[in-house]
């Protein structure tokens, strides 16, 4: 599976949208970007997945770029709640398994009053 | 709660013993995954089932390790002989194949073990 980076911290104040960059420019073209949170003593929480099409849920947006070498998540309207580690993962699709998910150390998001 | 569910939360057990960790995915997911976590590191992959059959196992997984899943529903993992580095947070995940092989895994909150 193709490599991310992503920043090691970052601030948001509450109410405002937490943008939380990665890059993966190494990407293939069956290679799915997954964004997973994980907040102190829980397990990971799958947030969202794409392709290669911009996609929304109840939790965030998943904005990729057309050359899918970089993705940002987008949560729209911070709370204190979201302040958790994010990991963006770039996992292979197809040959008929499932595959594993890589994780690095992720973006650790403060939310701040 | 039809989420993933593992037993016990917390381990605490003397260097050398052995312990099993179960995990119960959620209803009807036929993927099945091990995952451990040391402190400030993210998850590390060590074992996959499909039903009841073991696919996919990481080198993290020595011979003292070892997982099952018998009836292709829940999952155990032992570890025999445990040393001080196995403290970690053990997670497990399951997925569904229906609708394809990009669905996601969900997490259960893992079983903490401490070697003391």
């Known amino acids: 599976d193709a490599k991310t980076t992503q920043p090691t911290s970052m601030d948001c104040a509450e109410g405002r949208a937490a943008n939380l960059p990665c890059n993966h420019s190494t990407i293939s073209g069956n290679e799915y970007v997954y964004w997973y949170r994980q907040i102190h003593s829980q397990g990971p929480q799958y947030i969202i997945h794409g392709l290669k099409n911009n996609e929304t849920n109840e939790m965030a947006s998943l904005i990729i770029t057309e050359d899918r070498k970089s993705s940002t998540l987008i949560l729209p309207h911070a709370t204190l709640r979201d302040t958790a580690v994010y990991y963006c993962?770039?996992?292979?699709?197809?040959?008929?398994?499932?595959?594993?998910?890589?994780f690095g150390t992720g973006t650790r998001l403060q939310v701040t009053l | 709660d039809t989420g993933v569910s593992q037993d016990p939360r917390h381990k605490i057990t003397k260097r050398g013993q052995n312990v099993t960790f179960r995990c119960d995915p959620i209803s009807e997911h036929n993927r099945l995954y091990w995952y451990r976590q040391t402190l400030g590191q993210g998850p590390e992959f060590l074992t996959y089932f499909q039903n009841e059959a073991q696919l996919e196992k990481s080198r993290l997984l020595s011979d003292r390790f070892s997982a099952e899943r018998p009836k292709g529903s829940f999952s155990t993992l032992e570890i025999q002989r445990t040393e001080q580095g196995d403290s970690a947070m053990y997670l497990c995940?399951?997925?569904?194949?229906?609708?394809?092989?990009?669905?996601?895994?969900?997490f259960g909150d893992g079983t903490r073990l401490s070697i003391l």
């Open positions: 993962i770039v996992r292979a699709i197809g040959g008929g398994t499932a595959s594993k998910l890589t």
């Open positions: 995940a399951s997925s569904s194949s229906a609708g394809g092989s990009n669905q996601p895994q969900h």
